[in-house]
């Protein structure tokens, strides 16, 4: 469905075959980030969490660009799950009220120090040489990031749970994606 809805609007705005192709991939791309993110507001507005919603998204979607990570197979296995993967996530945000700063700190410097020795995945071809830099970008934003968790951890107040859960839900599907990638490459071995 989203495949045609995208071909119909690609083809209305380019008659070039090779233009045509970009905008449907264009089109695909928004719609499945559009449908997710609509739940997500719209579940954020019910909970009264819009705030701290527009802050996971935005800490969750800019780490998330750098570390690389799990990706679905179909579009509408990727609007499935990430509807439901960022709903569970903003439940998390809305009920989870403290997590103790010694946790926040550990769990930090293990995301740290396991991007600093494994590094980052990238799915697309085309950036591996980029790969450095990415790499470099993600531990920016990871330290960063674990700094404002501890500052506000400190300052009590909740904005650190919003910054830790992003974290945590783009780490989550990098690991998933890092543990695919070891048992495709066993199995490539067997």
């Known amino acids: 469905m989203i495949h045609k809805i995208s071909y119909y609007f690609s083809i209305k705005l380019s008659s070039n075959t090779d233009e045509q192709e970009i905008l449907q991939y264009g089109f695909e791309c928004l719609i499945n980030s559009i449908i997710p993110i609509s739940f997500f507001l719209l579940f954020a507005i019910l909970q009264n969490i ?3 919603t527009l ?7 800019l780490l998330r660009n750098y570390i690389g990570g799990y990706h679905a197979s179909t579009s509408i296995r990727c609007i499935v799950l990430s509807t439901l993967y960022g709903l569970f996530m903003i ?5 989870i009220h403290s997590v103790h700063l010694f946790i926040e700190v550990l769990i930090c410097s293990i995301i740290t120090i396991y991007h ?5 995945i990238l799915n697309d071809k085309d950036l591996v040489i980029n790969y450095k830099k990415y790499k470099l970008l993600s531990l920016i934003i990871i ?3 674990s700094i404002f968790i501890i500052v506000f951890n400190l300052n009590s107040c909740r904005l650190h749970l919003c910054i830790f859960i992003s974290m945590i839900s783009a780490e ?6 890092k543990i695919k990638v070891i048992i495709r490459k066993k199995a490539h071995w067997l």
Do not use: A, Q
């Open 50 to 52: 819009i705030f701290e």
């Open 55 to 61: 802050i996971w998204m935005t800490l969750f979607l």
């Open 91 to 95: 439940l998390c945000m809305k009920y």
């Open 116 to 120: 600093i020795i494994f590094g980052i």
């Open 143 to 145: 330290l960063i990031e």
């Open 172 to 177: 989550l599907l990098h690991y998933i994606e």
